[in-house]
């Protein structure tokens, strides 16, 4: 079984990655664009739906290919959630990653188990990967200890579970630092 779609939530370019920021030697808008475009890159050839309220992420999106859900929602959470709802007559299956992820090949190729899978960052708390079945009633978590509440949600559901702490896709930018992590976490 394979996702039918993947998920990528992408805030404007021009405001991501704040932690980044920091290091005045760092283009982060740029980062974050080559970031994007190579994790939907990794997805091939499962479809790609960006998920952003930045219609210059919008156009971004659709000339790499992927489709685009445009939204005007408060919060990532929320976003989500109404894209993962209205996806849910066209998708079975969706796995959510976000765009920042170092070393994403191999995304495509990627197989969920039944239930529930979670991938988390390399400090074990955060969500890196979510592949779950469409139309649930399933509640998003992320931010901070996302992995460990996207694994209650779950069970709250009655899924089985599966949560992988290692490999190339628990790493993500998020601070000056990530730059600098193997991925073997070295």
């Known amino acids: 079984m394979s996702p039918d779609a993947f998920l990528i939530p992408l805030k404007a370019f021009d ?6 920021r ?17 994790v939907v890159h ?8 960006i998920v952003t309220e930045s219609t210059d992420v919008a156009d971004f999106a659709e000339e790499i290919g992927a489709q685009v859900w445009l939204s005007d929602a408060r919060d990532l959470n929320e ?3 109404r894209a993962y709802t209205a996806l849910a007559e066209r998708f079975a299956h969706v796995c959510i990653v976000p765009g ?21 960052d390399h400090h074990g708390t955060g969500t890196n990967l979510l592949a779950l079945p469409s139309g ?18 779950a069970e709250r559901l009655g899924l089985v579970v599966h949560v992988t702490t290692q490999g ?19």
Request: aromatic share 6%; hydrophobic share 45%.
């Open 100 to 120: 920042d992820l170092r070393h994403p090949d191999g995304l495509g190729a990627f197989k969920p188990t039944d239930g529930v899978t979670i991938v988390t």
């Open 168 to 186: 190339p896709w628990t790493l993500d930018i998020d601070q000056p630092e990530d730059l600098e992590i193997s991925p073997d976490g070295i």
């Open 136 to 153: 649930l009633d399933f509640h998003f978590h992320f931010g901070s200890d996302s992995a460990q509440l996207h694994r209650l949600e």
């Open 79 to 81: 976003a989500l959630q």
């Open 22 to 38: 920091a290091n005045p030697a760092i283009d982060v808008p740029a980062l974050a664009a080559r970031l994007a475009a190579a």
């Open 15 to 20: 405001r991501a990655k704040e932690r980044l």
């Open 42 to 49: 990794s997805c091939a050839p499962v479809p790609v739906v």
